[in-house]
Structures are given as C-alpha cells and as structure tokens.
C-alpha cells in the first residue's frame, strides 16, 4: 500500500483576495494532482505582503509534502515571492545563466529592449531548481527542503499550466511514489447530461470500484471521464480500453472523439481525409465559429475562408441572399440561412459551406423570435440540410453553442461524404 | 484613524479542493467586503473533514476580525459544517423555530414530503443567530466568539450572495467602524509590464502611503490598479483622481480605458459615437478579431461584416487584392495588408477597414518571415497606416495578441477622426 502524498496550494496576490480576478489555477492544479495521485489538503490565497506569505508558508509545512505556490513572479514592485522565498529559506540570490538566456532571446526574438528589471527575473533563490518557463519571462522553481517539495510557478494560466504539464507533473511523479492513475475520456456531443446518464446507467452501476466515472458537461458536450487507479500501467489500460468497448455501442452517434480531442479538430481531421474545402457564413456568430475552426495549426489544407455578414446589406451583397427573402422571411429564418450557406459555397469555390444566423442576444428578441432563437445550416453539392436551435438569453453561451451544435453538424455531413 | 478590520474567508467542500468546481464565491466575497472597507487577508478552502475545518477556524481566529465560511450546510451526511461549529464554540445544537417555519412551508410551497434530514436544518448551534434564507433551506448563521465575528453561509452561490446582500453585509457595516476603501484602474495596451513600470518609476515611488499601485497584466496589455485608504469617501476619490492625472501624461497614447472598460467596448463606442462603420478582413487571426468584436452586445450597430481571406484566392476576390503583389511580396506583406484593408472597407462599403496576414504558427515560418511575424493594418477615408508585429511561436497567444493589438491601432486612428 502507498500512502498518500499531501498537497498544499497557496496563490499569492491581493488582486485574488480582493476579488478582482477569479482564482481558476488552484482548481485546474486541485484536479491535475489528484490525477496524478496526490491528495490536496488545503488551499490558500494570500496577498503580497512577506509576513503573510511566510506565515502560510510554515503553516503548509506542518500540513503537506508538497507546496505549489502561483503567482507574484512578475518583474515589477508588487511581486514579493521570490525574495520571501529566499527569507523563507534562509539563502540569498543567484542569477542563473539558463534563466537569463532565455530572458535574453525572449527579447531579442521580439526586438525589444531589455531592462533591468527583466534580467532581475533570472535571479533564483540559491537552492531553487530552475523549470524552464516557454511561454514567458518569470521561471519556475522547485525546492527540496526539510523533506518537504516546494514549487513556485507564475499566476498566468497559460504560463503556470505548461510549466504544470511539462516540467513539474513529471518532476512529481518521479519524486514520489504514487499510485498509477489512468484516465480515458470519452468526448460526446448533442446530447444533454442526464439522457446520456440514463442511456449508460446499466454499464456505469457495472463499473468496478477501482474505475471511476465523471461527467463533464461543457458547451454542446458532455465528456465521459474514466479513471481507473492501481499499480499496473499495462493492467489499467487494458481495463479501461474494455470499458470503452462495452460502453461504445449504447452512444456512438453522439461520440465524436477521445481524450484530448477537440470538435474542431476532429472536423478538420475528417476533411483534410476526405479532401474536402470549408466555407463559412456567420451572421449571429460573428466569426466565432472560423476563429474556432483556424484555431487548428493546417486549417488552411481545408478552410478557405469566411463572410461575416452581420449587416443584411453583406448577406445580399457577398453571400447572394435574395432581398425578397429577407424581406418576406427575416435574416433569422430557415429560407434565409439556407441561401447563406448555399451562397458561401458558390462564393468562396468550396465543397462545403455552413452559415449560422439567429439572435445572440441580450436584445433583438421578438415574441416568435425570441433571444436565443438561431438557424445553422450545412450545404453539400448534394444537399443543405438546416436545422432550428432554440437556446438560452446569454449572448457568449448562445454564441458558443451555437458553433459547436454547428461543427457537429458539419461532422456528420462530413461523414456522408 | 480607524483600524482595519481584517477578513478570512474559508470555503468547505473536497470538490473545491479536488479541482472538481471551481470557486467563485470568494471572488465574489472578496468584492463585497473590499467595498465595505473590510480586508480580506486570506483566503482558505479545506475539505469535509472535522478536524481540518477545526484546524482553520483556530488559525483564522489568529488573524481575522470577521470569519466568512461557505459551504457544508446541506442536508445530506456529508455536511459537517454545523456540527463541527458546535464542537468550536463548545455548544449544542437548538431547533430554530423561525428556521423550521421557513424549511415546512418552503417544503409545503413545493407539495413535497419532509424528512427528519430536512428538519434538521433548522438545528443551529445555540449561539447562533438566525440569517434567514430566502432562497433555500439551509439557514445562515452569525455567531460572536472572543471578539470575533464568525459568518457561516450555505455554498449555493445564489443563496450564499442573497444572504450577503440583504442579512450580511449591512451588519458587518453596523458591527464594524471600517474604514473607506477606494479601487481605480487604469487599462493600458500596447507597452509592456516592465516598460510601464519603468516609465511611471517615479510616479509610483512618489505614492502616498494610503494608496497601493498594482500591476495586472493580460493579453497585449496591463491594468494598472490604484487602491487608496481611508475615512473620507470624496477625498480618497478626489486624491486618486488627482493621481490619475498625473500618471496619465506618461502613458496616455497606452490607456484605452479605466475601471471595466475592454478595448472591444471601448472602440464600440467610439465607433458608434463618430458614427462609423467597419469591416475586417482577416487572415491570420482566422475571424477572432471579428468574434472580439461581436462579443460586445449592439455591435451591430456599427460592424458590418468581415471576410475571413485564409486562401489567396479569397484574398484577391473578395477583397481584390493584386495576385502580383501576391506573387511578389507574399502575403504576409505591407503591400499586401494595405491592399487588405482598403479592400475590405471598399467591398463592404465601411468607413474604416482593418485586417491582419501573418504566420501564427506553429509550422510556416520561414528565415525572413518567421512564426509570430505578423501584418496588421487600418484603412480609413484619410490614409491607411500599417505595422509589422513580431510576436511568439504560440499559435493561440498570437492571434489574440494581434488582436488586441489592431483593435488598439483602431482605436488611435478613431480617435483622430
């Protein structure tokens, strides 16, 4: 039997206790740890004054094995964590060369000057380890120190996940000795959370107690995580590829991926395969859903291009709406969002156009077209198929949705092809 | 002068600690007692464990005056809060007769069948006073320990912030003498944290000490956060208006805005107020900067429409750009750009147009054009100015960072029509 690794998060800066930004690192790491095995105890936010940070700091101590710190890295006044550390420590700084080099092409690449304040960011905490920060200037850091793991990354997500991923899960894992834990996520879409959990339920109440399941809704989807803990990588795997099995046939039409993929790509997959050509037409989208689609490093292999026509006046003139049609029927109707993507299609050249047109909302309801009412349509070179979502009052939600509903529906007439 | 009054904030639930939800109560929390003059100094989130909740409400008592915990209310066994406040104060628990009032008819309202699980709800610890939930059936509750206030909330986010709202805050306010705290931002784009630190160095050294300077940088730019302290409402705003003022000439042609102001909005208005219209024309960024545009609600007003150029086909007949520029300069090009942007704002028929080519990477770069090197271009009645950025290799951060780089640029050339 193992026993548990404890685990301590503290995020430094007033702006979180204040509330000026909502904290989403610790419950991104609080999930990544607890993949990999560790157990978190305790969170803590505190604000950039040294006395507090100490004080947390040897409170953690007593508590965890391991302590992720976030935050205060920058390269200005108010980021204190690095000299605390040092205090906490008992050790002075050291700039490190590594560090600095990086600073220093970080700059270069991007011509700018460099001051001193940025080469201050290549001073570490005599004892600190140094985890090579990619995507930014602050580095990370780890300790080893009374038999406990320290780690201080940078508060912006982006840099702290890839340092998390990259550098730091791996560096834990090695350290200590944690159970093996596996995931397999099965990625669904066009089907609401408590359906799919009907349609499973006899397969999910059948799962053994060592593979967990989770539902996690998220815009238009809902992703089936199963995690299976034990100490035999190659064991877990085979178990878990079993379950997959079982469950595959009761939900295949709304599977559209695995693990880490993503609508997006596996669209674009699919007409890369089948050398297909993409055109889009967004009016209440906004250009949301060719942002989602180019999102993907080699979209340009099968995405052509967009119109945006958010004024009737573009749809008419770039798409080739018949006025009469907005007239008679409304930009939000089916005739109208089949003629956009019709009208993309012989516009831009492409196999495939797809259009979106509705109201995003908060305003431009109607009592028949009320805020959330959105047309989408595919069109083919054989045939157009449309379809009437009718969703909720907030624009970002309506706007999200709609495209992946959208991709979706490209997704299965892709699969006709 | 008035001490402050210092808050702990304490959050009970495994599913925080596990990454499962992430929290937004404290932020929201944090918000409100700022506003009231209160000072959060730590924030905390321990899981449903009795002697982990003991543990924090002791060292809590060390620090705070005013002790906010949410969470662990419910009916269900693994609610522990209430009963590990009792073990805390050293009391027992009372039946609230106003509580169980409130419990029975919220039951009978829904013609549903109570439980002892639901009775028990109205069990408070017998020195708590009643806060009455409006708005479901786990009470709040106020309790005054060792000169301390100790605040227990259920987690429902709705509830937790009615009983704030209405029972919470306006005692803390009668309870406390608390001073008066002041937030201003400042939002600048287009200069870097250090850069800008560099700049307003003696500015900020030259801060009285009531009022703190915090940098909070985001995507192509950073907020500059002044919080000043005191007792009197319209000084402290006359003073940071004052300082305000004088920062501002060091970093005008930087500020697009204050407080919530977004660089999307703040164009929006500009746009609407001058009485402009706009079309994009995109490559690179692939409709994000058509999508930033549109997340502001009425930008219908004023955006026209976008086309989305990622083929160079789409590039010279939607937008008529020359294929021998093309040819000769490529389309990652100022020749190509101007004729981008003019293009768009004469095919669409707009005021102003502005556009983007670059390589976003990953893959595409070259010697001369590597990843990150990036076009961006407005073209109005007047003239039509460009710029070359020179970004990173991260596909993500690029297309955002030219996107609020040219809705920057934008900007400037809105203000001088």
New interface residues.
């Given amino acids: 039997m193992i026993n548990t690794i404890r685990a301590e998060v503290i995020t430094i800066g007033?702006?979180?206790?204040?509330?000026?930004?909502?904290?989403?690192n610790?419950?991104?790491?609080?999930?990544?740890l607890?993949n990999i095995g560790i157990r978190?105890?305790?969170?803590?936010?505190?604000?950039?004054q040294v006395d507090?940070i100490l004080q947390?700091l040897h409170?953690a101590h007593q508590r965890a094995d391991v302590i992720i710190i976030t935050g205060g890295l920058?390269?200005?006044?108010?980021d204190i964590t690095k000299k605390t550390l040092c205090t906490y420590f008992g050790v002075g700084v050291v700039r490190n060369e590594e560090a600095l080099a990086l600073v220093t092409s970080f700059f270069e690449?991007?011509?700018?000057?460099m001051?001193d304040?940025?080469r201050a960011q290549a001073d570490l905490p005599a004892n600190a380890i140094y985890m090579q920060n990619d995507?930014g200037t602050a580095p990370g850091m780890w300790f080893e120190y009374e038999g406990r793991v320290y780690v201080s990354l940078p508060g912006?997500p982006?840099e702290m996940k890839h340092l998390m991923m990259n550098r730091i899960l791996p560096k834990l894992t090695g350290h200590f000795k944690t159970p093996i834990i596996k995931h397999k996520m099965i990625r669904t879409i066009g089907i609401g959370e408590s359906f799919l959990a009907e349609r499973i339920e006899a397969w999910e109440d059948a799962l053994p107690d060592h593979i967990k399941l989770?539902y996690l809704p998220s815009f238009g989807g809902v992703k089936l995580r199963l995690t299976a803990t034990g100490e035999d990588n190659t064991l877990l795997d085979h178990e878990l590829a079993e379950q997959v099995e079982k469950v595959m046939p009761l939900i295949t039409k709304n599977v559209y991926g695995f693990d880490d993929d993503e609508i997006e790509t596996v669209v674009g997959q699919l007409l890369k395969e089948k050398n297909l050509t993409l055109g889009?037409a967004?009016s209440c989208?906004?250009?949301?859903?060719?942002?989602q689609?180019?999102?993907v490093?080699?979209?340009?292999a099968y995405?052509?291009?967009?119109?945006?026509?958010?004024?009737n006046?573009?749809k008419v003139r770039?798409l080739g709406v018949k006025p009469e049609t907005l007239e008679l029927f409304g930009a939000v109707s089916e005739e109208t969002i089949q003629q956009m993507a019709e009208g993309v299609r012989k516009?831009?050249?492409t196999n495939i156009g797809i259009a979106t047109s509705g109201i995003a909302?908060?305003?431009g309801g109607t009592p028949d077209k009320p805020v959330g009412t959105i047309w989408i349509a595919c069109s083919t070179e054989q045939r157009t198929v449309t379809r009437l979502l009718k969703l909720g009052k907030y624009?970002?939600q309506n706007?999200q949705l709609t495209s992946n509903y959208l991709l979706n529906m490209l997704r299965e007439e892709v699969l006709n092809q």
């Fill in positions: 007033d702006e979180i206790l204040f509330g000026q930004i909502t904290d989403t610790t419950a991104w790491i609080g999930t990544e607890t978190v105890v305790r969170k803590s936010s505190v604000g950039d507090a947390v409170e920058g390269p200005t006044k108010d690449k991007r011509g700018r000057e001051t304040l940025n995507w912006v982006f989770a889009i967004e989208t906004g250009g949301y859903v060719s942002a689609i180019t999102k490093p080699g979209s340009s995405f052509w291009g967009s119109i945006v026509s958010y004024s006046t573009v770039q516009t831009l050249g909302g908060p305003d624009r970002d706007i």
